[in-house]
């Protein structure tokens, strides 16, 4: 009964305070006391009783209503972090406060005159009460800062949302100003060896608070994604300053209690139907934190902030403190944490629904992509041993499956960038050697090879059965096999049939004359058969059986027509088959057993826009591996760009001719699919291929190698067939492998690896998505549902 007399009781404040037309004073307790001194409103209450509609109506009709209650709720704040919150009536004043804070600041974000408010030394509210304060105290500290800080305490709060060390009465009160909050970060794991006892109240009070720090931050989601908007978010980097003295205690407490958890406990079936995890909440609440701190110093620094940043490190102690982890043993607990969770809903049981299945993995690559970004060590440590293969495996995973669902676009991005990441590096090619013998149930064909072959198994798949709007992506895809392609000692004949019929497919004439930017594909695929002929030669014979196989492509595409109609008709052919790429002739076996088929998203899904992402040439620079293994930049090409120039003649092999090399626009994937030539008939009307626009790149498309190849073994290939009457692939595969092409063909070229750099693209693309994710996970309660967010759209399948 009690329940609902106080749930009564605190609408029937919201009503007072949405009908009072006069400001109530910030000294009328009695009052103000409504919102938070009753005990039995959980966040779920907050949220149903004080409606959207009646928040913007305050804001609207009596801001300094609202203002005033945003000030009372902090004030409490402030004084439970400064107690210590000795009484179970003070914590939950606390939480309660927290809660109608978290409800209420997504409207304050929502409209542009009231952003500024938190940062305003006078409260805007109750001058009355004031007018004292205010002559004592000249630099007040903003209202953000003070609620900033407040929490920073409270998440080191004794027998709130730590456990107390002092053994002695219950009502001793330990100092908050004197406790030193390294003493009680809330998991072993990087630089601390106690692991606390488990206490789920603990745990879901610092669910309640980071809740609404996550709130604070979330004012990024209220500003359009334009170039002055991908400054640094105030509440981040005042957070992550050294304003806060718990600033490494909280990060090392966040990221451990990532790392460290199991989210299938002691393995027994169904445990987690049994008992309810309050350790996933806070899991979860930790990694959105970490990754929306983890923010990048918004423009480059000058030359003399760079030399001072040297000594320091960045000001945001986050990045600073992440950037500075170096003990094998922490690169190692960090790794099996991330890699423990990423595989969770990969595990196959045989009982359905058996274990766990965590929902986080798009916010886990998020904290593996920042982990490697600001921590180079880590990335070397990563690809040091064959553990990179257990964050493969299961991206590939997540890759496959999410590939015909469009509201799933972003998490196929992230997985594709963490791996165009790790391609940069000589280690990961010669990793993916490795058998791959796990039997992950995937919707691809059955092979047995190499982590290499899954690898291209899958990006084949996605290629040739995603959905259209995953073709942005395909320069990334080629760009990693290309990547890879010097260090892969032997594919399988599953995995170079994908190859070749990928090729077969980007290189019919209609394909290559329908958009600018699509012979791109053929030249990465030319590439990758090079490096692997030239550098790989003697382990793979199955690759060079399905090149001579296939020989006639590599032929049309030597002799590939310029002349005007020849180009006019494959583009006719191509009006009436607007379809990417041929799914025939790609030999189809059978998938392996358990998959399921990739699926498109329920209708009614919503799902978040984001921001397009930079061109290849953007995302990447090009280095040369010289003899001694190291990487030497190599300059961008250049090309006279005149407007007649670009607009007839293709620059390099795989430079892009967009003009949008200096300025920072972001572009919704909307607008960027209506801008992108791409292959859809529509805009083949604005696209007018020329002849001496082909003759530009065919004269450079690298042939050479593959030509001397097949003038060399097809001759000796069918000399065996006709003088032994041979129509055994085993045999003719046995001569090749013992086969040799020393000093047959043109000298080895210098291995090119195109490794991904950092710009001001990629940074606003990761913050639309990383936030679309947030505000997509956050549904119980729906932190900013319906309200007016800028940064993404959110649409509705």
Not at 23 to 46: I, L
Not at 770 to 780: E, F, P, T
Request: charged share 20%; glycine share 4%.
């Amino acid at each position: 009964m009690g329940n609902t007399d106080s749930k009564l009781n605190f609408r029937k404040a919201v009503i007072q305070l949405t009908t009072k037309t006069q400001p109530v004073e910030a000294t009328d307790d009695a009052f103000w006391d409504q919102f938070w001194a009753d005990s039995a409103t959980s966040v779920q209450d907050v949220f149903a009783l004080v409606p959207a509609a009646e928040i913007r109506a305050v804001r609207e009709e009596s801001p300094s209503n609202l203002a005033t209650l945003c000030y009372k709720a902090v004030e409490k704040l402030v004084q439970g972090a400064e107690s210590g919150c000795p009484s179970e009536k003070e914590k939950q004043m606390v939480l309660n406060c927290s809660r109608m804070l978290t409800r209420i600041l997504p409207y304050i974000f929502e409209d542009q005159d009231w952003r500024g408010f938190f940062w305003s030394t006078i409260p805007g509210a109750g001058r009355a009460g004031m007018d004292d304060m205010e002559d004592e105290d000249e630099g007040a500290r903003p209202l953000a800062e003070s609620l900033l800080l407040a929490l920073a305490d409270l998440l080191f709060c004794p027998e709130f949302t730590v456990q107390s060390h002092k053994r002695g009465k219950p009502e001793s009160v330990e100092d908050m100003q004197a406790l030193d909050s390294c003493e009680y970060i809330w998991e072993a794991g990087v630089g601390f060896a106690q692991s606390p006892p488990l206490n789920y109240i603990h745990d879901l009070n610092r669910s309640e608070l980071l809740r609404l720090l996550l709130t604070c931050f979330s004012e990024a989601m209220y500003l359009p994604p334009t170039a002055e908007n991908s400054l640094l978010n105030p509440w981040v980097s005042f957070f992550c300053s050294a304003e806060n003295r718990h600033a490494l205690p909280l990060f090392t407490s966040l990221l451990n209690v990532v790392c460290a958890y199991d989210p299938v406990g002691y393995g027994i079936p169904y445990n987690h139907l049994l008992f309810s995890d309050y350790r996933e909440q806070l899991v979860e609440q930790a990694m959105q934190i970490l990754i929306v701190s983890l923010e990048h110093e918004g423009r480059p620094p000058s030359p003399a902030r760079m030399e001072e940043q040297d000594s320091v490190g960045p000001n945001n102690l986050f990045v600073n403190y992440l950037s500075r982890i170096h003990r094998e043993e922490d690169y190692d607990f960090v790794l099996k944490g991330l890699a423990r969770l990423l595989t969770n809903p990969l595990t196959q049981t045989y009982l359905p629904n058996s274990t766990k299945k965590i929902q986080f993995h798009q916010e886990l690559l998020v904290l593996f992509w920042k982990l490697c970004d600001f921590n180079k060590k880590f990335l070397f440590f990563v690809l040091k041993s064959s553990d990179v293969l257990d964050i493969l495996v299961p991206i590939l995973f997540y890759l496959n499956d999410a590939r015909a669902d469009q509201s799933r676009v972003g998490l196929m991005h992230i997985g594709v960038f963490i791996l165009l990441l790790l391609s940069g590096e000589r280690n990961f090619g010669v990793r993916l050697n490795k058998p791959y013998s796990l039997h992950v149930p995937m919707d691809i064909p059955v092979f047995t090879g190499t982590h290499a072959d899954l690898l291209i198994v899958v990006f084949h798949k996605i290629i040739t059965s995603g959905h259209q709007r995953l073709q942005p992506l395909y320069d990334c895809l080629l760009t990693i096999v290309v990547n890879v392609s010097p260090y892969l000692k032997s594919l399988s004949m599953v995995a170079a049939n994908k190859l070749l019929h990928l090729l077969e497919a980007f290189s019919t004439n209609w394909f290559l004359f329908s958009a600018p930017q699509n012979h791109h594909l053929s030249f990465f695929l030319l590439e990758a058969f090079n490096n692997i002929i030239q550098y790989q030669f003697d382990g793979n014979c199955n690759l060079v059986y399905a090149i001579i196989r296939k020989r006639n492509v590599f032929h049309q595409l030597a002799n590939l027509p310029s002349d005007p109609a020849t180009i006019q008709k494959a583009l006719q052919r191509k009006r009436k088959s607007p379809n990417a790429i041929s799914r025939t002739s790609s030999q189809e076996t059978v998938s392996m057993e358990g998959s399921r088929p990739a699926v498109p998203a329920e209708p009614g899904t919503l799902k978040a826009s984001l921001v397009a992402i930079p061109d290849i040439d953007k995302l990447t620079e090009k280095s040369q591996v010289s003899e001694d293994g190291t990487m030497i930049a190599v300059p961008q090409a250049e090309y006279p760009q005149t407007p007649e120039h670009s607009a007839v003649a293709g620059t390099s092999d795989t430079e892009s001719i967009s003009g949008r090399d200096t300025e920072d626009v972001f572009y919704t994937e909307a607008e960027m699919a209506r801008r992108r030539l791409s292959s859809s008939s529509s805009s083949v009307s604005h696209w007018n291929p020329k002849p001496d626009w082909v003759l530009s790149w065919k004269s450079k498309l690298p042939l050479q190698t593959i030509m001397r190849l097949l003038q060399v073994l097809v001759p000796q290939v069918e000399k065996i067939c006709i003088d032994k009457g041979l129509t055994d692939e085993s045999e003719i595969l046995k001569f090749l492998q013992h086969g040799t092409l020393v000093g047959l063909l043109p000298v080895p070229h210098p291995i090119l690896i195109r490794k991904y750099q950092a710009n001001a693209g990629t940074a606003m693309w990761f913050r639309t998505y990383m936030w679309g994710v947030i505000y997509l996970r956050n549904v119980d309660p729906p932190i900013w549902y319906d309200t007016d967010v800028r940064l993404f759209e959110i649409q509705r399948m």
